[in-house]
């Protein structure tokens, strides 16, 4: 029954998102900080793993091909391929649960400690709009950073092949663009979409409704962090199954 109540106040809790909006003179100086926070903010981190995990999959994939008879342009067709269906939109979105995620749960959640929420209801303000429609604006967004996402990690499996003299850049170059399908590319689109919607609002939901003091911050981040995670490989099998199948 617990269960079932979470997700009916989180559904409800989306409902509400939309009902009763906030000026927008207001929302849009919200929205803009929450693209510097969420979206700006993540860039580094993720060029970072993006680029440096591109380059592993490359090192990876040539050293379990190695054989004479398997052309060496399959290391670029095989580097493009995990990246563009399931490392770009999924495995970096685990790790911006984690970031991302955090920093929403907290964030609100120390707002209801500290009984801001409390002061916005006295107001007349909509607090759910006034937090979360932000949030989910701005990751709308998101598409935009796994996209750079994708464009690093074949650069950094590009960059492994020709100091690590896996094979020929030629080579790497014919293999990316090898059976090239368009579709791959909306359907990870597609994928990263879903997940922003998880990113803005799971976190904001445990953040929102946390009981407790300062310690109870930590821990409805810690599980924000585990359900937004869940939920996000759950709907990668589900609409891996649907789109591609």
């Not at 932000?134 to 092949?161: E, N, Q, T």
Request: with cysteine.
């Amino acid at each position: 029954m617990k269960y079932l109540h979470n997700i009916g106040t989180y559904f409800l809790m989306i409902a509400e998102m939309f009902r009763k909006p906030t000026k927008w003179s207001v929302m849009k100086k919200l929205i803009l900080k929450d693209i510097d926070d969420l979206i700006i903010g993540s860039l580094g981190i993720v060029a970072f793993i993006s680029f440096f995990v591109g380059g592993v999959v490359t090192i990876q994939t040539a050293l379990n091909i190695d054989n004479p008879l398997i052309p060496k342009y399959l290391v670029g067709f095989a580097t493009r391929q995990s990246i563009l269906l399931e490392f770009a939109p999924t495995f970096v979105s685990i790790v911006m649960a984690g970031k991302v995620g955090s920093f929403i749960t907290s964030s609100i959640g120390t707002m209801r400690v500290t009984e801001q929420i409390d002061a916005l209801e006295v107001m007349g303000i909509n607090s759910i709009n006034y937090l979360v429609f932000p949030k989910f604006i701005s990751l709308m967004l998101y598409p935009f950073l796994i996209c750079i996402g994708m464009f690093l990690g074949i650069v950094g499996g590009l960059v492994a092949c020709m100091y690590g003299g896996f094979s020929a850049p030629e080579d790497y170059i014919t293999g990316v663009q090898l059976d090239f399908n368009p579709f791959h590319i909306t359907y990870a689109f597609i994928k990263t979409c879903v997940f922003a919607f998880l990113l803005a609002t799971i976190p904001s939901y445990h953040g929102y409704y946390m009981k407790g003091g300062a310690l109870e911050v930590g821990k409805a981040s810690t599980t924000s962090f585990v359900w937004t995670s869940v939920f996000i490989i759950l709907l990668n099998y589900l609409l891996t199954q649907m789109l591609l199948s």
